[in-house]
């Protein structure tokens, strides 16, 4: 991770985000990052058990106290790291007849993601990946958007 935070810096750019950075120490990673000058843009949430298949929490049912430890620990790294934003994942959706069930959930975990996060100053940023392969949950996303606060962005990304 710290070498490619120095190619970065040396490729010229002001800003970096890494899928997950839970393994280095937040104080190794704010002096990797000021030593060269860059911003943390963002950073995402712990995923859960990433062998497992885990790719998310916010939207699987019965993990909700591991959401919450999560979004906790992306909070100090947040913070430590003087980043401005939180990605939270939503995870893999099992079955298409759960698909309600865990959008359930995960309305109710970008509620208590965005309260955490709000109280530090910290934002709340969820994208819907290859909405091509997904596009029954980026509509449903799409509708929660409107009762969102100000603290939750929202995007997609490109396959």
């Known amino acids: 991770m710290m ?24 104080p190794e990673l704010a002096g990797r990052l000021a030593e060269h000058g860059l911003e943390q843009v963002q950073i ?8 497992a298949g885990n790719r998310g929490l916010a939207g699987l049912p019965g993990l909700e106290g591991e959401f919450r430890d999560s979004i906790n620990q992306a909070i100090d ?19 298409v007849s759960e698909l309600d069930v865990e959008l ?24 819907a990946l290859n909405p091509d392969d997904i ?10 958007e409107k009762t969102w606060s100000d603290y939750i962005s929202y995007g997609t990304e490109a396959a």
Not at 44 to 51: F, M, R, T
Not at 77 to 95: E, H, R, S
């Open 77 to 95: 790294y947040a913070k430590a790291l003087n980043c401005p934003l939180v990605q939270v994942m939503a995870g893999i959706v099992d079955q």
């Open 44 to 51: 995402n949430a712990p995923p859960g058990d990433w062998q």
């Open 135 to 144: 596009d029954e949950i980026c509509k449903r996303l799409r509708a929660l």
């Open 3 to 26: 070498d490619r935070i120095d190619a970065a810096a040396a490729a010229g750019f002001r800003g970096v985000e890494y899928h997950f950075s839970y393994q280095w120490p937040a």
């Open 104 to 127: 359930e959930t995960l309305a109710e975990n970008l509620n208590v993601a965005t309260e955490t996060c709000k109280k530090e100053g910290i934002g709340v940023l969820i994208e």
